[in-house]
């Protein structure tokens, strides 16, 4: 309990600052659109660009997925990153986390420090007995979610990390557009401090121009957009 504490201690401390300074935590001389990719990129192009961006110093890249293969692509993503032997954290606001981890053993990914928050399980009634994956109740919890994040960060063994988030747009359906700009600034910034290279994933065809210029704003780098 005592950890929960500190923890929603430090999420009120993060969202104040962020409050209160939003020009100096999201202003674009800061982080600003330093580079953009073409629309058109397979999904080994927009790996190749993940990891150039992480060797290059990024700690928050914004990447834009079709719909048409948009899980597949986001599994073949991850299986990229731990293959590179990143530890990881996988936030799904989509589907069971059952369900990716099972399409990442089937691709012969190393999980072995690969964790999931999972904001679908306990809403559908889906199993909630993975111990590698924290379960949230509800979408709508979102400081929950960080709070999350931050004890799985704890457990990750490699010193270099990521958190993919998969999808904003997930959580634009139970959140207002002002309540989820807050946490993705919250999200983006505490992620930025704790140096844990973080990807903020959407889908190219539900994603207006409204969020794609709060992402842009905030983001080190914008893939596929």
Not at 187 to 196: T, V
Request: hydrophobic share 35%.
């Amino acid at each position: 309990y005592g950890d929960h504490r500190d923890l929603h201690k430090e999420y009120r401390r993060q969202r104040q600052m962020c409050i209160r300074d939003r020009l100096s935590c999201c202003s674009s001389s800061q982080v600003g659109t330093r580079w953009r990719t073409s629309v058109y990129m397979s999904i080994k192009d927009t790996a190749q660009s993940i990891i150039k961006s992480i060797n290059e110093g990024d700690t928050l890249t914004s990447i834009s997925l079709s719909a048409e293969n948009f899980h597949e692509d986001t599994v073949k993503l991850v299986s990229v990153l731990v293959g590179k032997k990143l530890g990881g954290i996988y936030v799904t606001t989509s589907r069971p986390s059952s369900h990716i981890r099972a399409e990442l053993e089937e691709a012969g990914a190393d999980l072995s420090d690969l964790y999931f928050v999972d904001l679908v399980s306990m809403t559908v009634g889906g199993n909630t007995s993975d111990a590698r994956t924290l379960f949230i109740e509800s979408p709508t919890m979102l400081e929950s979610i960080l709070l999350n994040i931050t004890l799985l960060e704890r457990r990750l063994k490699s010193k270099r990390r990521f958190v993919m988030f998969d999808s904003v747009n997930g959580l634009s359906i139970y959140s207002e557009p002002k309540v989820l700009r807050e946490f993705i600034n919250v999200l983006g910034n505490s992620m930025r401090i704790k140096e844990i290279y973080s990807m903020l994933m959407t889908v190219k065809e539900q994603t207006d121009d409204e969020l794609s210029s709060a992402l842009n704003l905030l983001s080190d780098k914008m893939i596929g957009e």
